[in-house]
């Protein structure tokens, strides 16, 4: 996506930014004078406010349709409620214990070096001694 995106501006910023040639060979460019106004057409710089707003238009339209996208796939895991971390006991640095539920069933699992392994599988009945 990064690469059609920085496509598409690299075509924008080359089709502003060609002239001709017969135009620059025929007329020498003006002279600037006192007399030239500071927001007049000759300088560019309603070009370049144009090319930046053109820009600014192409970032919003690729956020926008990103966004639609993601939301289509479903990247975006918040929406699901099929998987709950109920509670983490951290053991040490790289490693904890998880109690979650999936689907309707409680799961203990050992998360350690990058892998997660099941433990146990804990009825919805039982419940854990309390401290007090």
């Given amino acids: 996506m990064r690469t059609t995106a920085f ?7 080359a089709s502003l930014s ?7 060979e025929s ?4 002279l600037p004078s006192s007399e030239t106004a500071i927001f007049s057409m ?3 710089l309603w070009r370049v406010f144009l090319a930046l707003l053109i820009l600014f238009a ?12 993601t939301k289509k796939v479903g990247v975006r895991g918040d929406k699901g409620k ?4 109920l509670e983490r006991k951290v053991l040490g640095p790289k490693q904890s214990l998880l109690l ?4 309707g069933k409680k ?3 050992h998360q350690g070096k990058g892998s997660f392994t099941s433990l146990c599988e804990i009825e919805e009945s039982e419940e854990a001694p309390s401290n007090d």
């Fill in 7 to 13: 496509y598409c501006f690299s075509c924008l910023i």
């Fill in 100 to 103: 979650v539920r999936v689907c």
């Fill in 82 to 85: 099929s998987i709950e971390i």
């Fill in 107 to 109: 799961v203990l699992l």
């Fill in 18 to 24: 060609v002239r001709t040639s017969g135009a620059a």
């Fill in 42 to 44: 000759d300088t560019g």
């Fill in 27 to 30: 007329t020498p460019l003006p």
């Fill in 58 to 69: 192409v970032i919003l339209i690729i956020r926008w349709s990103v966004r639609r996208i």
